[in-house]
């Protein structure tokens, strides 16, 4: 017989047969690892030998990191890379009509499903037709001098 389980001393598997393996296939014990990973919540794996401080384990629980000034939570799982804060918001580009969008996308970013302009261009636009209005522009793009 050969006693296993370093990570929990109290928890010992005799293994006697090939059999015996199939109880303790990552080495250790039956038990869950709970070891304290990087991100701080516990490693759910059940009890392992290999990987002992676990550089190669993903932490299989949810996010919780804050992406954004509204406190957002990211969506992710715990090992994923964040990225943007990717939560839908009602938002107002200069237009004046209203866009869902992801938190991180900016009201000049917008581009209106009403009248197809982003912010920028919207304003450009604006400004183009009052220039015209005013007797300003011969023709867009050229100012009368």
């Known amino acids: 017989m050969i006693p296993l389980g370093q990570n929990h001393p109290n928890q010992v598997t005799l293994v006697a047969s090939h059999e015996d393996f ?15 990973l990087n991100c701080g919540h516990t490693c759910k794996s059940v ?8 550089k190669n384990k993903k932490c299989l629980e949810p996010c919780e ?3 954004c000034a509204l406190e957002h939570n990211c969506k992710k799982m715990c ?4 990225g943007p804060c990717a939560y839908l918001l009602l938002k107002t580009p200069p237009c004046g009509h209203e866009a869902t969008v992801q ?10 499903e009403v009248c197809s302009l982003n912010g920028n261009e919207f ?11 005013w007797g300003l ?9």
């Open 65 to 67: 990191r804050i992406l």
């Open 22 to 36: 199939k109880q303790v296939q990552e080495g250790g014990c039956k038990l869950p690892c709970e070891a304290l």
């Open 137 to 145: 522009r011969d023709r867009p793009g050229n100012l009368v001098t």
């Open 79 to 82: 090992w994923e890379e964040c």
């Open 47 to 54: 009890c392992h030998r290999k990987d002992l401080e676990h």
């Open 123 to 133: 304003v450009r636009v604006s400004m183009e037709k009052r220039f015209s209005e």
């Open 103 to 112: 938190c991180h996308v900016t009201s000049d970013d917008i581009v209106c």
